[in-house]
């Protein structure tokens, strides 16, 4: 696996493996033809795989490749949890801001135990945790407060305590990752819920306001804090308390 | 969707809920000001202030003119800010906002006199200098009317205007090369302090809001001062009913922070002085 | 003769960036060559105005504050110039309608202002995420009445000069054109006069996009070492 290297658009992202191949330009590089899969910060230009984003360019197993680059504005990806705020309803569902260019489709159906007779209600100005069922760039979003497989809530919905804050896509996708060290360092001496979307959106929710104050800085703080730092952060506001 | 719509109900029940047990939620005390940075220079009358991350910059500039007629004796001093959508991409209520804080900074600083206009006359009825001070804000992380209005008083002292000497009634306007400028007459320097009221009878209240409280703030009250300790202008524009208590205690607190405003001021002032001491020799 | 800043002919102004410093906007950046300065905020992709909705592509438009007074046609020109030099780099049919806003906010004004601000937005972009084809970046120089060639001119240059010019280009080996993306020329010039600015301009290119490489290779190692971490 190549090393991860930092690249800015325009470089050419070298995704021949295996030396001496370079008159094959193709997406199909090597006799085998391989078939490569570009993610996100990646575009085939002309002949060659370039970097659209700065970022950590990063490949595995030789066929993928993508850039992780840490943005503000969310482009909606099938799959992924969001956290919106419902800003209007229609006859078939809500819109929800997700934070991306377009406002979401959350249809009347995509709850658990949704009927046409059985619909949920919520306001405008509601939070809800959902799932992002469709996302392209020629489509509005639709996003779903249920798992359509097995028609279980799974922990999406209304959320109708506690507080969200806004991050950085990329602090958001550190924290969602499980083993987040603030979350760790927080959740060691904090009891607290928590709800990530990858659309930059934190909510917490915590036995009192001071508290989730507190673990809300925590959170916007350790932007730029590696584990060690981030323990250290998390103790000086714990004892500041 | 980015037009902002307001904060979400969640937000607003937890931003009054927090406030009720004296939490803000950006964790500072009720009566906290934010960090105030004030850079001035490297051009004369170009001062940037931050406030948190709120971040105002100023900028002075002069021309002569013909003094308007019923006041043939005085210069004058425009002020125009634009929330333009750097600061706060398509906020609804930007353009009424933008308006007041110019009209605003504009009473405070040209109604108490803080600018000698006098000194700006050149030959009376004839020639005068027109100051104009453009307030560009940069970032909006709330309470832009008190970083504007420190950027714009920190402006004003730092500009140097070319020297002019009269001979036999025609003014000779000095190159700032050959002559130093100099600096304009300043009375006193006013700054704002600024208050959000909560709650359903504003009977929660903060000083120096951020963003998210003033989405939910049912009044704002901003207090103008002076080192001096004396009021020059309060402001409050609709919203709900005050009573006298509330408005005392917020020109109590209005003058501690004024202070420390004024001294912030007069320090960077100071610093941007010595510094261009340093890079004249 | 000397320069009033004591420069050489082929030396530009100590540069100056600070990436992703605004709050609200979806990337930004400070950029200053001496005493020029550009702060620049990039929205986007971000919902549309109906009357500007591409159905292939997002529409980009520029919005330019000049640091005293209220835009004039210097300034509409400056904000066309950039969205000109821009619009083909930014990777437009990546997000169909939507909004690419780029505003550019001019701190203070020591010449070269034109090439200034084209470097903050290109790296306000790059800021945002906003998907482009290739770094680009500018930079200006001035033919003096004695002849000389300077780069990167200070106001009082610029004001004595018999012509300016403010180069774009691209990246360098990357396999694309190597042309200029951008050309400003304006005053009386010769052929040859042009062929020497192109050149000088062209290795000032080089050295602004030097610096941006590592302003920006600095803030993504300093998030990913904490990702890694």
């Not at chain 1, 360092?185 to 709800?195: D, K, Q, T, Y």
């Not at chain 2, 209005?149 to 730092?158: D, P």
């Not at chain 3, 909705?53 to 005293?68: F, G, M, N, Q, Y």
């Amino acid at each position: 696996m190549a090393k991860p290297r930092v690249v800015l658009p325009g470089d050419i992202v070298d995704t021949h493996t295996h030396s001496g191949s370079d008159d094959e330009s193709t997406m199909d590089v090597d006799a085998e033809s391989r078939v490569l899969r570009l993610g996100p910060g990646l575009a085939q230009i002309n002949d060659s795989v370039r970097a659209t984003a700065a970022g950590i360019c990063h490949s595995k197993d030789e066929t993928q490749f993508w850039v992780t680059s840490n943005k503000r504005r969310y482009v909606a990806a099938e799959g992924e949890p969001v956290i919106g705020v419902v800003v209007a309803r229609h006859a078939e569902g809500y819109r929800v801001d997700i934070g991306s260019a377009h406002d979401a489709l959350l249809p009347l159906l995509a709850f658990e135990g949704a009927t046409k007779r059985n619909r949920p209600d919520l306001a405008l100005g509601t939070t809800v945790y959902a799932r992002v069922s469709v996302a392209n760039s020629l489509m509005d979003p639709e996003i779903e407060c249920y798992n359509a497989n097995t028609g279980k809530a799974e922990g999406y919905g209304e959320l109708s305590e506690g507080y969200a804050i806004k991050c950085s896509l990329g602090l958001a996708r550190r924290l969602f990752s499980s083993n987040a060290p603030v979350l760790v360092a927080l959740g060691a001496s904090v009891p607290m819920e928590i709800a990530v979307g990858l659309n930059g959106r934190v909510w917490i929710n915590t036995e009192t306001p001071a508290t989730t104050v507190l673990v809300a800085n925590a959170i916007k703080n350790s932007e730029f804090l590696d584990a060690k730092q981030c323990r250290q952060m998390v103790k000086e506001l714990l004892e500041k308390k | 969707m980015v037009a902002e719509i307001g904060p979400s109900s969640i937000e607003t029940a937890f931003i009054l809920e927090a406030l009720g047990k004296g939490v803000r939620v950006d964790g500072r005390g009720i009566y906290d000001y934010r960090g105030l940075r004030i850079a001035c220079g490297p051009a004369s009358g170009m001062v940037e202030v931050q406030l948190g991350q709120t971040r105002v910059l100023a900028r002075v500039a002069c021309e002569v003119t013909r003094p308007a007629a019923e006041r043939p004796t005085e210069g004058t001093v425009q002020f125009s800010s634009e929330l333009g959508t750097l600061a706060a991409f398509s906020l609804d209520r930007a353009v009424a906002q933008e308006v007041s804080i110019a009209r605003m900074i504009e009473r405070v600083i040209r109604q108490s006199r803080a600018v000698d206009t006098e000194a700006l006359c050149i030959v009376a009825g004839e020639q005068v200098w027109a100051l104009r001070v453009d307030l560009h804000f940069i970032d909006h992380a709330g309470n832009l009317v008190d970083a504007a209005c420190v950027a714009a008083v920190a402006a004003l002292r730092h500009f140097r205007r070319p020297d002019v000497t009269v001979d036999g009634g025609r003014a000779v306007i000095h190159d700032p090369r050959e002559r130093n400028p100099v600096p304009l007459s300043i009375h006193h320097t006013p700054v704002c302090v600024s208050f959000a009221f909560m709650g359903k009878a504003g009977e929660l209240v903060v000083v120096d809001p951020e963003a998210r409280e003033e989405l939910v703030q049912q009044a704002a009250f901003t207090v103008t001062m002076n080192a001096h300790k004396e009021v020059c202008a309060l402001n409050k524009a609709g919203g709900v009913a005050l009573g006298p208590e509330q408005i005392r205690r917020c020109t109590q607190i209005a003058v501690e922070k004024a202070g420390e405003i004024t001294d912030a001021i007069n320090a960077a002032l100071k610093t941007a002085a010595a510094e261009e001491a340093a890079a004249a020799q | 003769m000397a320069r009033p800043d004591r420069r050489d002919p082929d030396q530009i102004r100590a540069l100056n960036s600070v990436l992703g410093q605004l709050s609200r906007a979806d990337g930004s950046a400070q950029f200053s060559t001496g005493s020029t300065s550009v702060v620049c905020g990039v929205y986007g992709p971000v919902d549309v105005k109906l009357f500007d909705e591409h159905l292939d592509r997002a529409h980009v438009e520029v919005k330019l504050r000049p640091d005293i007074g209220i835009p004039g046609p210097k300034d509409k020109w400056l904000e066309s110039a950039i969205l000109q030099t821009l619009e083909g780099n930014i990777l437009a049919h990546l997000h169909p309608r939507t909004l690419v806003q780029i505003n550019v906010q001019v701190r203070a004004d020591g010449g070269s202002l034109d090439a200034c601000a084209i470097n903050a937005a290109i790296l306000a972009l790059v800021d945002a995420g906003v998907p482009l084809r290739l770094m680009v970046a500018a930079a200006a120089c001035a033919v003096m009445p004695d002849g000389r060639i300077v780069v990167d001119p200070v106001a009082e240059e610029a004001e004595a000069a018999r012509s300016l010019h403010t180069f774009a280009f691209a990246e360098k080996g990357l396999g694309e054109g190597e042309g200029p993306v951008y050309v400003d020329s304006r005053g009386v010039f010769g052929i040859e006069e042009y062929d020497a600015c192109y050149g000088v301009c062209e290795r000032a290119v080089g050295r602004v996009l030097a610096f941006m490489r590592s302003a920006v290779e600095s803030k993504v190692t300093k998030e990913s070492h904490v990702a890694g971490a």
